[in-house]
């Protein structure tokens, strides 16, 4: 899935014509729970609400001294130019606050992906189309053959990264810029002038054999035609007489309704073999009205 939006993404730029990626996930396969406490002090207040205070006030006071020399002391006293009058004051106090408290409990499934020990690969490929064509329209073909121009010109050349694709990469797969590797190369791609192809001659075949069999057909057509033309025009110079010419009257006249004459059997030989021909005479009787 991140391998895929990550490609999605790099050649949306349409700057490269391909793009690899591979990615090294570091997953974390340890069921984990905790809770964060959040405290704040409430709007327009340095500190919380206070939910305990203490104050002590002390005060000592001195009024009363010796006057050296006069009487008789029992102990030892020193005196100073002040030690007539003096006070001692002491305070103490003890706040205890209350701060908003935000609590929430969090739990993490096994599996989960640990983007920021993980590692990507991405390596992007830009092709130089090289056509035979153009090259010799250039005159880098000079002196060389377009075999030799491709030996020249077959090895990949690296290019420079643009930093945009770092973030580019970051963004969509969460994997920091440090984890992440890009490299972009340049690959030729040599195109041969157009020629015919085996598709093209099979084309070229199959048209002169189609081009054939309609010649044939044409032909065959033509000599169809020409054929009943021609019978066409001897059906029409077929008269009676014609037809009658190689039976004898004598034989016509004594045909017998019940047996089959010699002439009789020829006529029906004639229209068995020739049915166009006899379709024609009986055309040919009724146009003469016979």
Not at 248 to 259: N, R, T
Request: with cysteine.
């Amino acid at each position: 899935m991140i391998n895929h939006q990550v490609k999605t993404v790099l050649l949306g730029s349409k700057q490269f014509d391909n793009a690899e990626v591979a990615c090294i996930l570091d997953l974390d396969m340890s069921n984990r729970e905790g809770a964060d406490h959040t405290y704040t002090a409430p709007d327009g207040h340095e500190q919380g609400y206070y939910s305990h205070t203490e104050d002590y006030n002390s005060t000592n006071e001195n009024s009363g001294s010796y006057v050296p020399g006069t009487d008789s002391n029992d102990e030892t006293v020193y005196t100073s130019p002040d030690s007539n009058n003096s006070s001692a004051e002491q305070t103490e106090s003890l706040r205890d606050y209350l701060l908003n408290e935000h609590m929430e409990n969090y739990s993490t499934p096994a599996g989960s992906v640990k983007y920021s020990t993980s590692h990507m690969s991405v390596s992007l490929i830009r092709y130089h189309e090289y056509r035979e064509e153009d090259v010799k329209r250039q005159g880098l073909l000079d002196g060389i053959s377009w075999e030799e121009f491709q030996d020249q010109h077959r090895d990949s050349i690296k290019l420079e990264v643009d930093p945009d694709y770092y973030s580019m990469v970051q963004n969509s797969s969460k994997i920091p810029q440090e984890n992440i590797t890009i490299t972009a190369f340049e690959l030729p791609v040599f195109i041969d002038k157009e020629g015919l192809s085996s598709a093209d001659y099979t084309n070229i075949v199959s048209l002169v054999l189609l081009f054939v069999i309609l010649g044939l057909l044409a032909f065959v057509i033509l000599r169809s035609m020409g054929t009943r033309k021609k019978m066409a025009t001897e059906e029409e110079e077929l008269s009676v007489e014609n037809l009658l010419q190689s039976t004898a009257e004598a034989e016509l006249e004594d045909i017998d309704v019940e047996g089959k004459s010699e002439t009789r059997k020829m006529i029906e030989k004639f229209v068995d073999e020739n049915p166009e021909a006899a379709a024609a005479l009986l055309r040919n009787w009724l146009s003469e009205d016979w």
